[in-house]
Every structure is written in structure tokens, then in C-alpha cells.
């Protein structure tokens, strides 16, 4: 029994360790992004001297560098990723057989996202009237621009930075340090950091949700080539959105041709939603059958989860979210004072 009870305090001071460096990278990540914003305050000064185009390509490299390449190297060198997939990488992002099939697993996912994010639409709705939460779940969107430069900028980092990143980081790194405790809460715990990732109390529904999915096709493929590419096809019908939405206001809505093809392509995405949660509430009951392998048995997932979200630099790293989703309140509020 002693022997037991010591192999368990040791697994469970090594998950805790685990649990506070992923705080700990998320709170790079969150800082990282506020100096973005302050990066990109300083180059709106920028515009007259260096032009508008030249202002959104500095940025964009700027905030790569920062949002995604400073949190990325700080996990790989907190996990030893270098030594860890060294040689690996290959076989990580290998083609699994029958793609195509896995791949067809997009509808599903797609509905998964959209459906929660219409939920939070109608929650959005139903408290409006009644408090000032609508401010916390406000849509954070990419803005249609006529700047031929940002948009191509915006699609690329929309459909191919972002994908990459983000799922090495999340379904990568990540994943791969908490797996040995269980995939289960693996999978749970960066989900929702995948959520908090991206900004805003509206989008932390719908982001979780797809990284759930994702963190399921992860786990089932044993592959990020296959959630990289549907995370990229995920973000290319936002982009296309995007692209339709901005050459409507390139021609001012002038264009009967961009008119009928945009206003094609939003009915034909509305459509992908409505099937695509079809097809999620179609593939449920396979998924209550497809069962997570939990290799830590000695506590529930739900404890693991627990414990991961009591790790101090996990709470630290909750503070600078919910500024980031409050708008930057309270970051606002200390350089007030100064």
C-alpha cells in the first residue's frame, strides 16, 4: 500500500507540474496579445508615414511573431518538445489511411461549432434588455475591408497561420504533456484553453466546443495532420465569408455578379450549418459508444480537471483572460492610474 500511495503522490506532483506550466504558457500567450494590441496602437500612429498596406503587413508578421511563435517556443522548451519529437514529426503529421473518411467528419463538426455559437446568439438575444453581459458577448469578428493587402493577409493567417499554430500548440504540446494522465481530460482542459485562446466570452462557447471535436479526432486518428486540415477548412468558410463580405463593400453592393455569388455563398454556409448539426446530433450516439482511455485510474477526470484549474499559475493565467474577454478592463484601469 505504501508503495502505492507513493507512485500516486508521485504521478500526482508530476500532472500538478504539468497543470502550472500550462498555466504558465497561457500567461505568455495572454501577455503576448496585449502587446499586440499595444504594437498595433503604435503602428496606427504609422499610417500617414508608411502607408495603410505597409501598417497591416508589419502588424501581421508582428503578431505572428508574438500570438503564436513566443507561446509555442515557451511550451516547447517547458516540455522538451525538441527532444520529444525529434523524429517524430513526420509520422505526427502523416496521412492516415482512409482520410477521406475521417475528413468527412467536417459536417459534423462544423454543425458542432455553429450550433453552440447560434445558442449563444439566442442567449445573447434573451439578456440584452436586461444587463450589461451583452457587452461580454459581443461577436469578435474580422472586419470586411476594401484593403487588398489586409485581406489576403487575413485569409492566409485565418487558413493557414492559425490551423498550424494553434494545433501543434493545443492539440500538440499540449495534448501530448497531458496525455499520460488520461485522454479524457486531455482533451477536455485544451479544449478550453483552445477556447480562452481566442478573445471573447462569445467565441469561448463555440472555439471549446470545436476544440472538443477536434481534441476527439486527435484522439481517434492519433494525427494532427487530419485537425489541422479540418481546423483549416473550418476557418476557410469564415474566410470566404470574409472575402464575399469585403468585395460587396469594394463595389459599394454596385456589383450584381459579387451580389448574387456573395449572397450565394452566406445561404450556402447558413445551409452547411443546418446540415452540419444534422449530422452532429446523427453522430451522437456513435460518440457516447466511442469510449476515452483513461490511463490514470486512481482519480476521476473530473479531479484531474479540478486540480488543473486550483494550479496558481492557472488561476493567474483565468485573471488575464477574463480581463481579455471584459475588454481589457482592468489592464485599462491600472494604466489609468499612471
Known amino acids: 500500500m505504501d508503495e502505492i500511495s507513493l507512485a500516486e503522490r508521485v504521478k500526482r506532483s508530476t500532472y500538478k507540474a504539468v497543470c502550472s506550466k500550462l498555466g504558465f504558457i497561457m500567461c505568455i500567450f495572454f501577455i503576448c496579445k496585449l502587446l499586440s494590441y499595444f504594437v498595433a496602437y503604435l503602428l496606427s500612429h504609422l499610417t500617414e508615414e508608411i502607408g495603410e498596406t505597409a501598417v497591416f503587413i508589419s502588424y501581421g508578421i508582428i503578431s505572428v511573431m508574438l500570438v503564436y511563435m513566443v507561446p509555442l517556443l515557451v511550451a516547447a522548451i517547458l516540455f522538451k518538445s525538441f527532444d520529444y519529437y525529434n523524429g517524430k514529426i513526420g509520422e505526427l503529421y502523416k496521412k492516415p489511411e482512409r482520410l477521406a473518411k475521417k475528413l468527412g467528419t467536417f459536417p459534423a463538426m462544423y454543425g458542432l461549432g455553429y450550433g453552440v455559437m447560434l445558442l449563444t446568439l439566442l442567449a445573447r438575444y434573451i439578456i440584452e434588455k436586461t444587463a450589461k453581459l451583452e457587452e461580454f458577448l459581443q461577436p469578435t469578428t474580422v472586419q470586411a475591408s476594401s484593403n487588398i493587402a489586409y485581406l489576403i493577409m487575413t485569409v492566409f493567417l485565418l487558413v493557414v497561420i492559425a490551423p498550424v499554430f494553434e494545433e501543434l500548440l493545443c492539440r500538440g504540446i499540449m495534448y501530448d504533456a497531458l496525455k499520460p494522465y488520461g485522454n479524457g481530460a486531455a482533451i477536455v482542459i485544451t479544449a478550453v484553453l483552445f477556447g480562452l485562446m481566442h478573445g471573447s466570452l462569445f467565441m469561448l462557447f463555440y472555439t471549446t466546443a470545436l476544440g472538443l471535436a477536434l481534441g476527439y479526432i486527435r484522439y481517434a486518428t492519433n494525427s494532427l495532420f487530419v485537425v489541422t486540415v479540418l481546423h483549416a477548412i473550418f476557418n476557410a468558410v469564415a474566410a470566404g465569408t470574409l472575402v464575399v463580405l469585403s468585395l460587396m463593400e469594394m463595389t459599394n453592393e454596385q456589383n450584381k455578379l ?25 453522430r451522437i450516439p456513435i460518440i457516447r459508444k466511442y469510449k476515452i482511455e483513461n490511463i490514470w485510474k486512481e482519480i476521476s477526470g473530473k ?17 488575464f483572460a477574463f480581463d481579455e474577454h471584459a475588454n481589457n478592463m482592468i489592464v485599462y484601469k491600472i494604466i489609468g492610474l499612471f
Open 258 to 282: 459579387i451580389n448574387t455569388a456573395g449572397n450565394i455563398y452566406l445561404l450556402a454556409s447558413f445551409i452547411l450549418v443546418i446540415v452540419g448539426i444534422i449530422a452532429f446530433l446523427r
Open 303 to 319: 479531479k484531474k480537471i479540478a486540480l488543473f484549474f486550483v494550479s496558481v499559475p492557472v488561476l493567474i493565467m483565468l485573471v
